[in-house]
């Protein structure tokens, strides 16, 4: 069964400091590996995937994730923190072996952006 | 274009009550989905859809009934309600595409007292 790990909780980041947000998943076969960011009461957000080609994905609000064959992550990263990106954020994988073809969901990570 | 919308958005319910969750769509997607959301735990999957009339369980079905009698809604029921489902509940849409994103409502914030 494919699975999706984060393995923090959370991430406490200054504002204007890089950010990375961790994921690593299990997957055969090739992953079809996204983000989502979740916005205090709302709804789940899309912010980039990976399907094939480049490892470094770029997507909505100067984020990008680079993904890494070799050590099964798909790390989420900006180059420069805004105390607006504090937020939840799930890293999910494409169910591609079965008919539902679902997202299956990390546990999420909090990131808090600090002034 | 309004994506993916759910009602109701709040609601507080006695154990036993029974209720339903709408969820409607309006990008044609063949595929739709219900989620709970616990903290900790991510979304976990409870019922899904791959078409009109098709209904599936997910990995946390129990408790809940759901129905797909017309391609742009997806309904989530409960029939006898339990403090264990107190949850917020979100519905995704998704073509059948994998390199595709899917899309979510707002979410339904339920307490079961």
């Known amino acids: 069964a494919q699975s999706v790990a984060q393995p923090e909780d959370q991430v406490n980041v200054a504002e204007g400091n890089p950010l990375t947000v961790k994921c690593t998943y299990s997957?055969?076969?090739?992953?079809?590996l996204f983000w989502y960011v979740q916005y205090p009461n709302r709804g789940l957000q899309f912010l980039l995937k990976?399907?094939?080609?480049?490892?470094l994905v770029k997507g909505s609000y100067g984020f990008e994730a680079e993904f890494n064959k070799s050590q099964t992550s798909f790390h989420l990263k900006k180059p420069s923190a805004l105390v607006s990106d504090s937020a939840l954020y799930f890293c999910?994988?494409?169910?591609?072996?079965?008919?539902?073809?679902?997202?299956?969901f990390g546990s999420g990570t909090r990131l808090q952006v600090q002034p | 274009n309004a994506g993916v919308t759910q009602t109701p958005k709040f609601r507080v319910l006695k154990t036993g009550q029974s209720m339903t969750l709408l969820c409607a769509q309006d990008m044609n997607h063949e595929y739709m989905y219900w989620y709970r959301q616990d903290p900790g735990m991510g979304l976990r999957l409870i019922h899904y859809?791959?078409?009109?009339?098709?209904?599936a369980k997910g990995e946390v079905p129990d408790g809940y009934n759901v129905s797909r009698l017309k391609k742009q809604n997806f309904l989530l029921g409960l029939e006898s309600a339990a403090p264990s489902q107190t949850s917020v509940y979100f519905c995704?849409?998704?073509?059948?595409?994998?390199?595709?994103?899917?899309?979510f409502g707002q979410g339904t914030r339920l307490t079961v007292v």
């Open positions: 995704a849409s998704a073509s059948g595409q994998l390199n595709t994103e899917a899309f």
């Open positions: 859809s791959v078409g009109e009339g098709t209904t």
């Open positions: 997957v055969s076969g090739n992953p079809y």
């Open positions: 990976y399907i094939t080609g480049d490892n």
């Open positions: 999910a994988v494409r169910d591609k072996d079965t008919g539902r073809r679902a997202l299956t």
